[in-house]
């Protein structure tokens, strides 16, 4: 066999920006074309947008027509967020949606003594909503306050590309349970969307209509569509009507009854559940969750500039990202969401999954998202389906940004052993910590933490139970006091460094400049 040359062998340079994109973050596809990837956009957050009130609106004492204003409040609120955010934020092509991170500290309010005594449901709902909104309006300084200070920037300094590694990757991998998992509930639904989604994704992306890659691009809605009927026969033709609670839940297309329960037209406004109530207590756990929702939010914000074949976004962008997310969370209390504020991982998977990283597609998706929670029985049609359906999807999207994290490691050296064992450990325990207080909560119906101090808890079982936080606190200590002293090169910070700052990089002004020439009244540091 002849030996083979150094030459020949296959050598990738790492690169500054993802290639193979058609439109990158400032570069857009035509009207006809955004729209229908804003559209399809719109329809992917709908997953979480369900989500959390149909699992938090019943347990605050809510009844359907609760859970339907819910949704459309907080997809009103997202399209907001996510217009402030791409204007005037990072403007990277990111969706602000809820956050489930914000879960722990609400199921505390929502089991609170006081709360709980309340015998009329619609009532407890409406003061356990409000006693959300007060402690979601008095946590969000703590974002806007690191934000606008640019004090998260300067904390970014002891960030380092090996460091951001297992952040974003868990951004990925730790919601790995909303995955499979739930495909398994209704695997006759789940599995076949998901296969159908990656052979017309994947292995059909080469058909082109008219000079477009349709299938690459809209296979997406084509499978939910296709499904979709499918699951609705299923319904229709008696599949179910014997089958475990649990499977009908997961499979019927006919149980979220947000469409009889929706108002056809319904604006929401701030304050419509009342005057928010203010406790310390809850607003101290619910600091926990709006920490862990920023760290979670850096992380997809490297993966989305990464998607978006733009460079990594620098710190003084980044903080001024972390303030808007904060004013985001300001806007979820004030409106009444039932939950804060952070970047949408499945989308973010998205922008990989159609190589478009435009910002123009996700601000039509926003207005998608204003417009159908306002005529709120259109909406509430696309939110009927079945959560397998989404379940599915996520599976691919998740595991897009998960490898986009372990596409750092080409800017570090992964033949040091010190950098093998950061990763390693980092990866390891950002999953094996927040599964263990997940198997604990489950099983004690609550969390390690459970003191007298309710707000202690809050902070410790929030904090711990978040993947890319604990790889956070893991890979960015062991980075900065691991034989420091000659290991730049290998951390990837000469790469790094040039991203640091906004004018390190000339493309750095060409996508993160703010419109309407405001960057004369607010200059770049």
């Known amino acids: 066999m002849a030996e083979v040359k150094p030459e020949d062998m296959v050598h990738h340079m790492p690169m500054d920006q993802l290639q193979g994109f058609e439109y990158c973050i400032d570069s857009n596809p035509s009207w006809g074309e955004g729209i229908a990837l804003g559209f399809q956009h719109y329809v992917l957050s709908l997953g979480t947008a369900v989500m959390i009130p149909t699992m938090l609106v019943q347990l605050m004492g809510g009844n359907d027509n609760d859970k339907a204003k819910v949704v459309q409040t907080l997809l009103f609120v997202t399209g907001i967020k996510t217009l402030l955010q791409t204007l005037f934020g990072t403007r990277l092509p990111t969706i602000m949606g809820g956050s489930y991170a914000y879960v722990v500290p609400i199921l505390s309010i929502i089991r609170d003594p006081s709360l709980v005594q309340i015998a009329d449901g619609h009532t407890r709902f409406l003061q356990t909503m409000r006693a959300i909104q007060g402690s979601l309006i008095v946590s969000s300084s703590i974002q806007i306050i690191l934000g606008y ?23 990925g991998l730790g919601l790995f349970e909303r995955g499979f998992p739930v495909v398994g509930k209704c695997v006759e639904i789940g599995l076949p969307m998901l296969i159908l989604f990656v052979a017309l994704s994947q292995y059909l992306k080469h058909v082109h209509v008219r000079h477009v890659p349709v299938l690459e691009r809209f296979s997406m809605l084509m499978c ?19 089958t475990a609670l649990v499977t009908q839940i997961n499979c019927r297309t006919d149980l979220a009854n947000l469409i009889s329960s929706s108002q056809w037209i319904s604006i929401p406004y701030p304050l419509q559940w009342g005057a928010p109530t203010f406790s310390a207590d809850h607003a101290f756990g619910m600091m926990a ?12 914000f490297q993966a989305a500039a990464r998607l978006a074949s733009a460079t990594p976004p620098p710190a003084y962008v980044l903080s001024r990202g972390i303030g808007w997310q904060g004013i985001g969370t300001l806007l979820d209390g004030l409106f009444g969401t039932g939950t804060g504020s952070t970047v949408s991982v499945e989308n973010v998977g998205l922008l990989g999954s159609t190589r478009v990283g435009s910002r123009r597609v996700i601000q039509i998706s926003a207005g998608f998202m204003i417009f ?10 696309f939110a009927s389906i079945p959560f397998t359906i989404f379940a599915a999807i996520y599976c691919v999207m998740f595991g897009i940004v998960a490898a986009v994290g372990l596409s750092f490691m080409q800017f570090t050296n992964m033949n040091s052993m010190r950098n093998l064992f950061i990763i390693g450990v980092s990866l390891f325990l950002g999953l094996s910590i927040p599964e263990y207080f997940s198997r604990y909560s489950t099983s004690s119906r609550q969390g390690p933490a459970h003191t007298k101090a309710g707000w202690f808890n809050d902070y410790i079982n929030t904090i711990f139970s978040s993947p890319p936080t604990v790889a956070l606190f893991v890979s960015v200590l062991l980075d900065n006091t691991l034989d420091v ?3 730049a090169r290998d951390r990837g910070m000469p790469w790094w460094a040039r991203f640091r700052t906004f004018r390190g990089d000339s493309r750095n002004e060409e996508f993160y400049t703010l419109p309407f020439n405001l960057n004369r009244f607010f200059p770049p540091s």
């Open 149 to 171: 200070s640019q004090l998260w920037a300067i904390c970014s300094r002891f960030f380092s590309p090996l460091g951001m590694v297992p952040v974003i990757a868990l951004v």
């Open 485 to 487: 002293r000659d290991a």
């Open 224 to 242: 939910i569509a296709l499904v979709w009927v499918y699951a609705h026969i299923l319904t229709a033709s008696g599949a179910y009507k014997h």
């Open 372 to 381: 159908f929670s306002m005529l709120g029985k259109f909406g509430a049609l």
């Open 289 to 300: 969750a709006v920490l862990v929702s920023l760290i979670e939010t850096t992380g997809a």
